[in-house]
């Protein structure tokens, strides 16, 4: 986000630089997640490749062992869960899942999971696609910004509350972004 932006909006010095701070903020706390999501996905790979080495290294001393082929069938199951899991949650971070967790709970068929040609888990583009755009699941994807601090409006009230300019200046300078996108006319609207 650019200060000129803010500027050009009207807003004042202090206003700016404080949604600037929570800007800058919120991108520090965006690539810590990015690190960590990287970490993992690294971790995951080197856990692939070591089970991959093991699985090679007993098809190599096994020879007609029931019990060496039960242990690589074994192994084969769990590089293919760990490859299968990683590949869900890599997808589901690139479609902006707000908790992987709870979107990957939705997901069906992952027991049964292949891949395709094109590297990718057959099917889950369109799973995740149907998340996304059905009216009880799509809040789970996108902009994880939330407006907080604000009461909700009362449906038995004929008319809605306005609000004032002293409530905006309490609002966290996320929540003053959110408000002022939602309100294009945002600066005749306070009182």
Not at 127 to 150: H, M, N, P, R
Request: glycine fraction near 8%; aromatic fraction near 4%.
């Amino acid at each position: 986000m650019r200060r000129k932006f803010l500027e050009d909006l009207g807003l004042d010095k202090d206003t700016i630089d404080k949604i600037m701070d929570e800007n800058g903020t919120d991108i520090e706390t965006a690539k810590g997640e990015l690190s960590a999501i990287t970490t993992e996905r690294d971790s995951l790979r080197t856990q692939i490749a070591d089970r991959d080495k093991q699985i090679e290294s007993l098809k190599a001393s096994a020879g007609d062992n029931e019990k060496l082929k039960g242990q690589i069938a074994e192994l084969q199951a769990q590089n293919k869960a760990t490859q299968i899991n990683s590949a869900v949650e890599m997808a589901l971070v690139g479609a902006k899942a707000k908790n992987v967790k709870a979107v990957k709970a939705l997901l069906e068929g992952l027991d049964k999971a292949e891949f395709g040609a094109d590297g990718k888990i057959k099917g889950l583009d369109d799973q995740i696609a149907k998340l996304q755009g059905a009216e009880d699941t799509k809040f789970l994807f996108g902009d994880t910004s939330v407006i907080t601090g604000g009461t909700p409006a009362d449906p038995n009230d004929p008319k809605p509350k306005t609000m004032t300019k002293a409530d905006f200046l309490k609002l966290s300078s996320k929540d003053q972004m959110t408000y002022i996108k939602d309100h294009p006319n945002w600066q005749t609207e306070l009182q």
